[in-house]
C-alpha cells in the first residue's frame, strides 16, 4: 500500500468530494425499481474521449453517453489503464451500495490505496492509448465497477484525476434501461511555453543579456504543483529575476512564489507556493513571465532553454520523458572577436601599436564611449608578430536570438581606430570598419592593418645635416682668416 505524503492528504478530502459527484453523475446510485435487471453476463465498454480542456466550460452532460464533441481539441498519446474493483457486484443492489459506500472514501490522490483501504482488491488491467481522434475504447467488459487512471500522458500535459465508472449505467435517456457502453470525457491542461533573449543592446561581456520565459497556466483547479526552471549556461552570469502575470494580477515574492538560484549548477528556479498556485488557478486564462537577467563572462555561441512544471507529477520525471516537463524552445546569444595583424609596407610585423574600439562612426570620430574589454579601453599590439586579439563583442549579425543585416535594429558595425602608431611610423588616418561574425572567431587573422613609416617614408632636413655642416665650415674657415689677417696686419705696423 502506498504511503500518501501531506500534499496529498490535504488534498483528499475535495478529491474525495469530486469522486462522489462523478460516481453520482455516472449513476452509481440504486437504480430505479422500475428499471429492467442488470443482465450479470452481459459485457459492455468504456471509450474515453480525450481532449485539451477548454478555456470555458462547454456545459455538455457527463452522464455517460456520446456527446457532440465539435470545437474541442483531441489528444492523441495518452495511455489509460482501466481496473475493475474485484469485490463489487453491480448485478445485485448491495453491489451498488457497496460502490456508493466505496465512492466516499475514494480518494483520486492515491486510488489503489483508497481502494484497497476499503477492503477491496484491483484485477490486473488492461491499457490503451488514445488514437489520432483522442479516443481509447476498452470493449468486452465484464458488469462491474471499474477505475480509470491515465498512465503515460504527453510533455507538459496535466492529467486529469483517476475516477471510477461503472458498467453499466442507468440509460439518462431511457429511464428504464441500462447503458452498457459508456463514454467518460476527461480532459487535460495543456502547458505551452515560449522563451526570448534580448541582447540588442549588449556590445561587450559584462554587458545585460536577458532571457524571458512565457508560460501558460495549466486550465486545472487545484494545481497542485508549478515551477520554472532555467539552468544557465556557465557563460552566463546570474543577476536578478522577476516574475509576472501578463494580465498585470499581483503576485509577490515570498508569499506566492520563492526564486531560487543554484550557485553550484547555475539553476534558477521560480517555484509558486500553495497561495501562488490558488492565484493560478483562479487566473488561467493569463500566463507567468518570468525575466532573468545576466551577463556573458566568455564568448562562444550560447544556447539556454527552460523547463516548466505544469502538475507535482512532472517534478519527478526526467525533461523528454512522458508526462514530464515542458521544455521551451532554444535561444541563443552569440559573442565572439577578431584578430588583428599590424604590418609595416613591406609586410613585417609591426609592435607597439594601441587601438580603440567603438559601435558608431560619430564614437569613432569623436574618441566618446569606446568599448571596454577585459577591463580596459586601450588595447596595444604587444606580440612579436604584430597580431593582436579583440576577444568578448557580440556578433554584429545575430541579435535578439535572430540573424540581423545592415540597417536591421541590433546589427553592430565596428570601428577600430588607432590611438598610438608604432615608433617611426604614421598613425590611421580614419577608422577601419569590421565586423564580428562565426567566421571572424574562428579564423586566424582577419583584418590587417599596414602604418606606412613618418612622413609617408620622405626624410626631413634636420638641424647637423650635410648642408647647414658646409656653411658652418665655410663661416669658420672665414672667421680663421680674418684672425689671421688681423695678426699680420698688427706685426707690420709694430
Known sequence: MKTMNPARRGLRVGLAASAAAVLLGLGLAAPAAAAPLVDPNATGSITVHKFEAPDTPTG???????????????????????????????????????????????DAADPEASITGAGYTLAAGSSLVTDAAGEASFTGLPVGLYLVE???????????????????LTDPDNGDNWLYDVHVYPKNAITTATKTVEDADAVQLGDDVSFTITSDIPNANPIDGFKIVDVLDPKLD?????????????VAEGTDYTIVHDAGTN??????????RAILAANNTTQVVIDIVTTVNAVGEIVNQALVYPNAAS???????????????????????????KVGQGGAALAGAVFQVFTSAADAAAQTNPVTLNGGTEFEVVNADGTLTLSGLRYSDFANGATVAPGDAGYLQYYLVEVQAPSGYELLAEPLEFTVTAATTAAGIDLTVTNVPHNGGFQLPFTG?????????AGIGLIAGGVVFLVAKRRRNA
Not at 63 to 75: E, Q
Not at 83 to 94: E, F
Not at 151 to 165: D, E, I, K, R
Not at 238 to 250: H, K, M, P, Q, R
Open 315 to 341: 517534478f519527478d520525471i526526467d525533461p523528454g520523458e512522458p508526462g514530464g516537463p515542458t521544455t521551451t524552445p532554444e535561444v541563443e546569444t552569440r559573442w565572439g572577436g577578431l584578430t588583428v595583424a
Open 238 to 250: 546570474y543577476v536578478a529575476a522577476t516574475v509576472t502575470l501578463a494580465d498585470g494580477t499581483a
Open 150 to 168: 491515465e498512465t503515460s500522458f504527453p510533455t507538459g500535459v496535466t492529467p486529469s484525476a483517476p475516477f471510477l465508472v461503472s458498467v453499466p
Open 465 to 473: 645635416g650635410t648642408g647647414t655642416g658646409l656653411l658652418y665650415l
Open 60 to 106: 455538455l452532460p457527463n452522464n455517460g453517453t456520446a456527446v457532440d464533441t465539435t470545437g474541442l481539441t483531441p489528444l492523441p498519446g495518452v495511455e489509460f489503464q482501466v481496473r475493475q474493483v474485484s469485490g463489487i457486484d453491480l448485478s445485485t443492489n448491495s453491489g451498488w451500495a457497496n460502490a456508493s459506500t466505496l465512492s466516499g472514501v475514494f
Open 267 to 276: 539553476a534558477v528556479t521560480v517555484e509558486f507556493t500553495a497561495a501562488g
